[in-house]
């Protein structure tokens, strides 16, 4: 089974509606992130939790918001989605501590119509 | 601010070897970590420069310079499997927290 499991793994939507990515694991790791891919801009950061009540914004968050269920638990929110969200996003996680490692999921594709 | 420069695409022949080089810009450094993504899939680590020097795993070496704010990932014995987009990526603290910044990716081409 795989350690980091996000769904759907692929979903179109139409501009305006909620759409919500959701991001487990079984690693067992405190940190989890959301990143956003486009072509040719890599691996941009949305938003990175330290723990369960540690929620921090990364560097394109405006039109996105996340949740912390749990410790394994980490979903992605478009309130209201637009076209120039169509993008590839993955959720990562790591260790902590020292550990630079960051395990990724198989991503989402989104496309927003 | 944060800044990682990266060639966009290289291409070599199977068999060789080839440098992908990351240049970097920011403040509260810790280290250099270089990730493989196949179309369609997932990034993957491949390795961590923490100091200055080299690190080898099999095929795969990362270099590191810190004081010229420098590093390379040199693949060895290229294989037609090692055609993939490879991104540096600095780990650094901002704000109070330590958190990694991707480069936009080299995407290499492994030729006959």
């Known amino acids: 089974d795989a350690d980091v499991t996000q769904t759907p793994r692929n979903r179109i939507t139409k501009t305006g509606k909620r759409i919500m990515l959701e991001c487990s694991q079984t690693k067992g790791h405190d940190r989890m992130y959301w990143y956003r891919q486009d072509p040719g801009l890599g691996l941009r950061l949305i938003y990175y939790?330290?723990?369960?009540?540690?929620?921090n914004k990364g560097e394109i968050s405006d039109g996105y918001s996340v949740s912390r269920q749990a410790q394994a638990k980490f979903s992605l929110s478009l309130e209201s989605a637009i076209p120039n969200q169509t993008a590839l996003y993955f959720c990562?996680?790591?260790?902590?501590?020292?550990?630079?490692?960051?395990?990724f999921g198989p991503g989402t594709r989104l496309t927003v119509t | 601010g944060q800044s990682l420069e990266q060639p966009s695409e290289v291409t070599a022949v199977e068999g060789a070897i080839v440098q992908i080089n990351c240049t970097y810009q920011t403040s509260g450094f810790y280290g250099l970590s270089w990730y493989q993504q196949h179309d369609g899939g997932a990034p993957t680590f491949l390795s961590y420069?923490?100091?200055?020097g080299l690190e080898e795993t099999g095929r795969f070496s990362s270099f590191l310079s810190r004081s010229d704010s420098y590093g390379y990932l040199l693949l060895q014995e290229l294989q037609m499997k090692d055609s993939a987009s490879y991104f540096c990526?600095?780990?650094?603290?901002?704000?109070?927290?330590?958190?990694?910044?991707f480069g936009t990716g080299t995407k290499l081409q492994v030729i006959p």
């Open positions: 990562a996680t790591s260790p902590g501590g020292t550990s630079s490692e960051q395990y």
């Open positions: 420069n923490g100091l200055d």
């Open positions: 939790s330290f723990d369960v009540k540690d929620i």
């Open positions: 990526a600095v780990r650094d603290r901002v704000g109070g927290y330590q958190k990694v910044t």
